[in-house]
């Protein structure tokens, strides 16, 4: 759950809120350009960039708490990825610094439909399959 209460976030040139909102769990995708502020908002909900003023709380709890941040997932617009590794090593380094439990990437993959993608270099990835 993500909850923000009076939150303002600025960026320059950007500025958002105040905006109160409560989203229960599930995938959410806030449409829209940077310009817009949607960048920002979900920067801030990530635990990426703070608040200027309000609050904001993910599974109960700063979003940049460490416990909070294992169970946000956060895509940034230019998928920042190791060009040099394969997707399953990207994926298997990712595990390991975020302290997760040890899942195959295949497995991962095939929860996307996108199992196909783990053997390929990152650097080969079209921008939305960097994305997904």
């Known amino acids: 759950m993500i909850r923000a209460t009076n939150l303002v976030a600025k960026a320059a040139p950007v500025r958002v809120g105040p905006l109160t909102l409560r989203l229960g769990p599930g995938a959410y995708a806030l449409i829209g350009r940077p310009a817009d502020g949607v960048a920002l908002l979900l920067s801030t909900f990530a635990g990426r960039a703070r608040?200027?003023?309000g609050k904001v709380e993910a599974l109960?709890?700063?979003p940049w708490n460490v416990n909070?941040?294992?169970g946000i997932g956060y895509v940034a617009i230019d998928a920042p990825l190791p060009e040099m590794l394969r997707v399953d090593e990207a994926l298997t380094l990712a595990a390991r610094f975020r302290g997760e439990e040890n899942v195959a990437p295949a497995d991962r993959l095939a929860k996307l439909g996108i199992e196909a993608l783990a053997k390929r270099r990152v650097g080969s990835l079209r921008l939305e399959e960097r994305r997904a």
């Open 51 to 53: 608040a200027s003023s």
């Open 60 to 62: 109960g709890s700063a």
């Open 68 to 70: 909070a941040r294992r």
